[in-house]
């Protein structure tokens, strides 16, 4: 599968370079991409459950793990026009790190339980 504003290899795990990431998820990212009108840097977006339980609270199970999510690095006036369009784009888990040296929004797009948002 192509995508006009991101490569399959972005989304690798970090641990072990596993991907499951599922397609229709980086269509709508790619979407959204289209949207804002810039690039969007992944900072994470597969994470086998290992990797997963090493970096997040969500253990084993969470959004990473399921090819659904990905964390945009986006700060600043750009976080907030992306906030904007990724609820537009319909992105139901959206988690907001907007202090510190790693400023990024996650997004995902499971229906468990959503929509939500939050921040770090």
Partial sequence: M???FFKLSEFDCKHCGQNLMQSGFIDKLDALR???GFPLRVTSGYRCPQHNM???TTGPNGP??????ADIGVDRAR?????KAALNLG???IGIQQKGASRFI????LEDGRPTIWSY
Avoid: P, Q
């Fill in 2 to 4: 192509a995508w006009r």
């Fill in 34 to 36: 289209k949207e804002v």
């Fill in 54 to 56: 090493a970096v997040s």
């Fill in 64 to 69: 990473h793990t399921t090819g659904r999510a």
């Fill in 79 to 83: 976080a907030l026009i992306v906030l």
């Fill in 91 to 93: 992105f139901t888990g």
């Fill in 106 to 109: 996650h997004l995902d797009d």
